[in-house]
């Protein structure tokens, strides 16, 4: 290695030591005020994911007409507190064990729990399951941190 090499590879290596603490530093301190603000507003709420396969029996599907009339007539009255809708596909195995693929939407609840909601939750399944003729709609409930 030459001298000017070895000079190079000095300089590198000290101007990164220079640079290195400041930059973390600074990370730390955006973390750090990120975490002392988020603390003060902490809740701790029900999540629920609700997926309501599009799929009819005799292959037709839910059309985004119908799902938009279901969502504001059905689902919006009973939560008007907000809620988040996805586009999602799926796959599972029905009652007679054939795999069967269908376009979803997923229904993002968070709210707080109590016996009346989950009632509201429970009647918005069975309105779907009857209206479009659904074996089920799978319901998956978690207890989540949420700040505002």
């Avoid at 640079?19 to 902490?42: D, E, G």
């Avoid at 059905?74 to 008007?80: A, D, G, H, K, Q």
């Amino acid at each position: 290695m030459t001298t000017l090499q070895k000079s190079l590879n000095s300089l590198i290596i000290t101007g990164l030591l220079f640079i290195s603490p400041i930059y973390t530093n600074t990370l730390v301190r955006a973390q750090s005020s990120q975490i002392s603000t988020s603390h003060a507003s902490v809740k701790i709420l029900t999540k629920d994911e609700l997926y309501f396969g599009l799929s009819k029996p005799g292959g037709k599907t839910v059309s985004e007409a119908e799902w938009q009339l279901f969502l504001n007539r059905v689902i919006t009255p009973r939560l008007p507190d907000g809620l988040t809708v996805m586009d999602v596909y799926g796959q599972y195995l029905d009652y007679s064990g054939k795999l069967t693929k269908e376009k979803t939407k997923l229904v993002i609840l968070i709210y707080e729990n109590s016996q009346i909601q989950n009632q509201k939750v429970e009647e918005i399944i069975a309105s779907y399951k009857k209206t479009f003729q659904q074996e089920s709609v799978l319901r998956v409930t978690s207890s989540v941190k949420v700040s505002f």
